[in-house]
């Protein structure tokens, strides 16, 4: 096996694993305000790649399904977030687990029935042809997915630092009852970490079906290997979320080579298992000393 | 309490006689297909509900366990003579093993995080069916004929009758277990995982030993499914299947063997239910009127919150319009499903079972259980020389957190039969002190001995066990058990049965035992009438003195007490001060974190003055309230102001 070829399938692998990323990213961001994820995150994903894929049979241009995609993943988000985990939180118990579960069959269900079962192509005006860069072929679709994810992140990461509203968000992340009193609304907070979280899957949706088209169940596999980043890496880790998530797109091809393309999944799984067991905070996660 | 029996007992009776009945009048093979179903999921779902419904953790793992069982089986009668019987013992041996395995690591693991690590555990399970093809045949299914039962050649009947008769045996274990300390300690858990460790009980063995049985009945009702479908295929035991188990617990009603029964009938029937349109209108028709009805009731009352009396009826609102509207409603199957358990979850969160045995029990005016006659004190708290010896020393204790030390070098003595207070600013290190002391952290350095022999670092449970109870400042009560439970729980010496004999039933006599100990130590601090009240229900005070009953039931050589006091109103610092007096004449050794000055110069034998992690002084309560570096450390530095500083006035709360 020559290097070249490994090297080609560890950064094929590394540019799928931003997606992970991405979508783990979006579990940092409500993790952060409420301690809660959506564990239907995976139907978000999928339900706004459909959608946008609506638009975009009904003729409308890329660029404009783009922002309007994002628009619906934003409102599934606050639809989530008032359906599934505002109750739960309210009552400081962990019954969104279940709600999310549910509300995610719901829209699997809904897009089985609307847009059918099949697996579809998703149109894109990014070129797939690939070009030759250091030695290994690189496509303009799998660098489109790159920089889209890096500059939303950063987008987000930079509003969260600088803007009155992102600092809000960073003490509500702290100590709720601390911003409580301070006049910061927990509950708006929360609404707006889920509004990006779900602008976040949207994204990812967008980004990721030219490659993987749209079918329902495009987003299950993703959004497990999506819990593995974001628990592998820490629930309050940032940008720890973009190496661990690379880390496993490059491993995850390697073992489908190396192993057997049915396989392809086990590491993510076998990974988020033992770090759960060795450091339930993740790898870049904060320890927290226990308190009575 | 005959008329509890009668009722209860005789509800189950009557539900597997009829169940066993039912073959005799149904020929339809269809439907008896259906009853087999209900018996297998039946098990499933009870297994599910340890760790569900008594955990109370979200486990996403048993469809695994259910395809693992059922794999099991089908290699061990295809490729062993062992027959169905090795095979109804073999696959709930390996999944029990694997859930203890999968335990261990998701052992430290709450909520989310341990609802992915079960989530990744069916996604694993699923590939290994897939992959392991020379084992498993793979994805293009596992044939497998079912074995005769010791040489009787087993019809659909008779099988039947096997996956009913093994459904009782599974129902009358697992009450028998759950309505043991075994059961107790898993709700304890969920309620207060530091307290159950703090109690000597133990987290760790309990977590695992719950998920451990809980996936053994998925591996026994995955032998069943294999015998029944007789084939098997890696696609029917993915995510989607646990989701559905879940939900079916969930909606049955967590925590009751009958809701787990409900919810296996809902998920055995739910395919038919959908098939028939007319069925299916009315049936959503009726969940929108039962939404409507309780929402708006709920609303009246205040018991809801708006969105909790809303929410369904929209969600069942939706069903009744879909139900007109949409042509096929099989194609939505899980849409529905999702409908009702939303409507369930947010609008019923106790599920069908748990709202209808209360409603029952109202209707039908069960009494509770009666309680025996409370143990003689004596018997339970034997009293201990008060012979003034050394019994607690601290060594050069320090605790660093990175750069600040919270404990810094503080060596006490405590003797027994003494009150012994520690006193100190806030942040003077005295909850770190006893935190460190009582395991909850592992010291940086130094050495805890209880009478000469070093006490175990870093383990409650270990600490516990060593003779050193403790309450808590923030209570951590086990909020849904009763103050009974709540003793109960803690209690030590008197649980002996070994975990076989327990299942059979035949730890009754010790739980017995065990009742009328802990009622003895909730009238000891004054709590003998709300033996029945949830914890949760009980006034702030009440709480405050359960924690020390709890504590007692450790029968502890010495019982630490993080600021019992705090927070009560004057006539309950005046019980409270009372109870003290009385637990310290049974000859226990208090070590009394307080800040209320009065509590400690009436109670106090020898008292501790910490100020940033090290001791400033220590003497009789007096000696210690006039010490400069301790009226320093409370006011400030007087200086040359006041050369005789007035010592605080008693009752004053220095803090």
């Known amino acids: ?292 | 309490m005959l008329k509890r029996l009668l009722l209860v007992r005789g509800a189950e009776l009557l539900l597997f006689v009829s169940l066993a009945a039912l073959p005799l009048a149904v020929r339809s093979p269809y439907a008896l297909g259906l009853l087999t179903l209900l018996a297998i999921y039946g098990i499933l779902l009870i297994g599910l509900d340890v760790t569900v419904g008594y955990l109370g953790q979200v486990n996403l793992a048993q469809a695994a366990f259910l395809g693992l069982g059922a794999y099991t089986a089908a290699i061990v009668v295809t490729h062993s003579g062992l027959g169905l019987v090795g095979a109804l013992v073999i696959a709930p041996s390996v999944c029990f093993v694997l859930g203890a395995l999968l335990a261990l690591p998701a052992l430290r693991l709450e909520g989310p995080q341990f609802a992915l690590a079960t989530l990744s555990f069916t996604a694993l399970a699923t590939t290994a069916l897939n992959e392991l093809e020379w084992l498993t045949q793979g994805a293009q299914g596992f044939s497998l004929s079912r074995p005769p039962l010791l040489g009787h050649a087993l019809g659909a009947r008779d099988f039947y009758w096997l996956c009913m008769a093994l459904l009782a045996m599974v129902w009358i274990a697992m009450r028998n277990l759950l309505s043991s300390q075994w059961g107790r300690a898993f709700e304890a858990l969920r309620d207060s995982p530091i307290a159950t460790d703090a109690m000597g009980v133990g987290t760790y063995r309990h977590k695992v030993a719950a998920f451990a049985f809980g996936s053994g009945l998925g591996g026994l009702a995955g032998a069943l499914y294999a015998f029944n479908f007789q084939y098997l295929q890696p696609q029917s035991f993915v995510y989607e299947l646990t989701v559905i188990l879940l939900l079916g617990v969930v909606l049955g009603g967590r925590k009751s063997l009958w809701g787990a029964f409900v919810g296996a009938t809902l998920v055995a029937l739910l395919p038919n239910l959908l098939s028939n349109r007319t069925l299916f209108q009315a049936f959503s028709a009726l969940g929108l009127a039962v939404a409507l009805a309780a929402g708006a009731r709920g609303l009246v009352r205040r018991t809801m919150r708006p969105f909790q009396a809303i929410a369904p009826v929209v969600a069942t609102l939706t069903l009744v319009l879909g139900g007109l509207v949409v042509e096929n409603t099989e194609d939505w199957r899980k849409a529905i499903f999702a409908l009702m358990l939303f409507s369930v979850v947010v609008g019923l969160p106790e599920g069908l079972m748990g709202f209808a045995t209360r409603f029952l029990a109202q209707l039908l005016r069960i009494a509770p259980p009666t309680l025996p006659p409370a143990s003689p004190l004596d018997a339970v708290l034997p009293a201990r020389p008060a012979d003034g010896a050394v019994l607690l020393e601290l060594r050069d204790l320090r605790r660093h957190f990175g750069g600040v030390k919270a404990v810094d070098g503080v060596s006490l003595s405590v003797r027994a039969g003494h009150v012994h207070g520690l006193i100190g600013p806030n942040g003077s290190g005295k909850s770190t002190l006893v935190n460190v002391v009582s395991g909850l952290y592992t010291p940086t350095s130094g050495v805890a001995l209880l009478r000469g022999s070093a006490l175990p670092q870093g383990s409650l449970v270990r600490v516990a066990r060593a003779g050193v109870a403790r309450t808590f400042q923030n209570l951590q009560l086990f909020t849904g058990l009763t103050a009974l439970e709540n003793v109960m729980v803690a209690l030590t010496g008197v649980y002996r049965a070994p975990l076989p004999f327990v299942l059979l039933g035949l730890g009754r006599a010790e739980d017995r035992r065990a009742r009328a100990d802990a009622l003895a130590l909730l009238e000891l601090v004054g709590l003998g009438d709300e033996a029945r009240t949830p914890a949760k229900d009980l006034t702030y005070g009440a709480q405050r003195f359960l924690e020390i009953a709890r504590a007692l039931a450790r029968k502890p050589e010495v019982l630490i007490l993080d600021e019992p006091a705090a927070g009560l109103a004057h006539p309950d610092v005046v019980k409270q001060v009372e109870i003290i007096r009385r637990i310290r004449q049974r000859g226990v050794t208090i070590v009394l974190i307080e800040h209320h000055m009065d509590v400690v110069t009436q109670l106090c034998d020898v008292v501790t003055a910490l100020d940033g992690g090290k001791l400033i002084a220590e003497g009789t309560p007096d000696e210690v309230k006039r010490h400069p570096k301790v009226i320093e450390a409370y006011l400030g530095n007087v200086g040359d102001v006041a050369t005789e500083p007035a010592p605080p006035a008693a009752g004053a709360r220095i803090s």
């Open chain 1, 1 to 292: 096996m020559p290097a070249s070829i490994v090297a080609q399938m560890a950064i094929s692998g590394a540019l799928m694993g931003l997606v992970y990323a991405l979508i783990a990213y979006g579990f940092q961001l409500t993790y952060a305000t409420s301690k809660s994820i959506n564990f239907g995150q995976g139907e978000l994903v999928m339900v706004s790649a459909f959608f946008s894929l609506t638009l975009l049979d009904l003729g409308l241009s890329y660029w404009l399904v783009l922002p309007a995609g994002l628009l619906f993943g934003a409102a599934l988000g606050l639809v989530v977030e008032r359906a599934a985990v505002r109750l739960a939180l309210e009552q400081k118990s962990e019954g969104w687990i279940l709600l999310t579960i549910i509300l995610g069959l719901f829209f699997f269900s809904a897009a089985e029935n609307i847009w059918g079962r099949d697996d579809r192509p998703f149109p894109t005006p990014i070129p797939s042809e690939s070009f030759h860069v250091f030695g290994v072929d690189v496509t303009p679709l799998e660098l489109s997915v790159a920089v889209g994810v890096l500059a939303v992140m950063g987008l987000i990461e930079l509003l969260k630092r600088k803007t009155l509203l992102g600092k809000a968000f960073e003490a509500v992340s702290v100590d709720r009852d601390a911003g409580e009193l301070m006049g910061i609304s927990a509950k708006r907070t929360v609404m707006l970490s889920y509004a990006l979280s779900g602008t976040v899957a949207a994204l990812a949706g967008i980004l990721v079906s030219p490659i993987t088209t749209v079918g329902p169940t495009m987003a299950s596999a993703l959004v497990l290997k999506a819990f593995s980043v974001a628990v592998v890496a820490g629930l309050d880790s940032g940008f720890g979320v973009v190496l661990v998530g690379m880390f496993l797109g490059a491993l995850e091809t390697l073992a489908s080579f190396y192993v057997g393309s049915g396989w392809r999944e086990a590491p993510g799984l076998v990974l988020l298992i033992l770090a759960l067991a060795v450091r339930p905070t993740g790898v870049f996660g904060k320890a927290a000393i226990r308190k009575v």
